[in-house]
């Protein structure tokens, strides 16, 4: 079974640039997360999709960020403009229920520089 | 106060030697992940609980839900265990992490 793909990996930039992390779930998973991980600091739920529709997104800046999943499938997170304070991982993961238990996986995270 | 702790924050130790990480919960959930981040890398699935225990390879988690607690415990730890580990609860609708705990084994 494929994982969850994300890209890039890495993602240098300078502040107020902007930039976009893609997320390719695995198929048939409906609920994607994206997450934002600061160094030494446990991941931080920035949103939750349950296939196109936003199931919690009260955690994302949304004076800058935003993110999409068209067609229930693929996502985009973007950040414009980036500040230094956003350089991070970004995770995303996917789920499947089975059984009554949320499986999780997750991609590699993209490391995100903002210099 | 954070909904999952985990303890300890840092822990270092010799290759061989049993490693225990706590992870405490104050809200109800439905399964506890633990999660393994390689430097660098991304988040690896280890586990999800949602009640008594697992084993695979070296690696044994436990969970007792009256408590609210859960046990990741590592036997004959090697270098290559190195890592951060990360307890996440899923809570109503929501994952939430704990901080997680930087395991250091040395040779």
């Known amino acids: 079974e494929a994982g969850v793909a994300q890209s890039p990996r890495y993602k240098i930039i300078e502040k107020r640039q902007s930039v976009a992390f893609w997320c390719n779930p695995i198929s048939g998973h409906a609920t994607l997360y994206w997450y934002q991980q600061i160094l030494g600091q446990g991941p931080k739920l920035l949103i939750q999709f349950q296939n196109n529709g936003v199931v919690d997104d009260s955690q994302l800046p949304k004076d800058r960020f935003s993110a999409e999943r068209l067609k229930g499938v693929d996502s985009t997170l973007k950040i414009q403009p980036a500040k230094l304070e956003d350089s991070a991982v970004y995770l995303c993961?996917?789920?499947?229920?089975?059984?009554?238990?949320?499986?999780?996986?997750f991609g590699s995270g993209t490391q995100l520089s903002v210099l | 106060k954070n909904e999952v702790e985990q303890s300890p924050q840092n822990l270092t130790a010799q290759e061989g030697e049993f490693i225990t990480i706590n992870c405490s919960y104050s809200v109800g959930i439905s399964a506890l992940h633990w999660l393994q981040q390689h430097p660098g890398g991304g988040i690896v699935s280890l586990f999800m609980l949602s009640s008594g225990k697992k084993k695979h390879g070296r690696l044994i988690a436990t969970i007792n839900i009256q408590e609210k607690h859960s046990s990741l415990h590592i036997t004959a730890s090697h270098p290559r265990d190195s890592a951060v580990y990360i307890c996440a609860v899923i809570g109503t609708d929501k994952l939430i992490f704990g901080t997680g705990t930087r395991l250091q084994v040395f040779p």
């Open positions: 993961a996917s789920s499947l229920v089975r059984g009554g238990i949320e499986k999780l996986f």
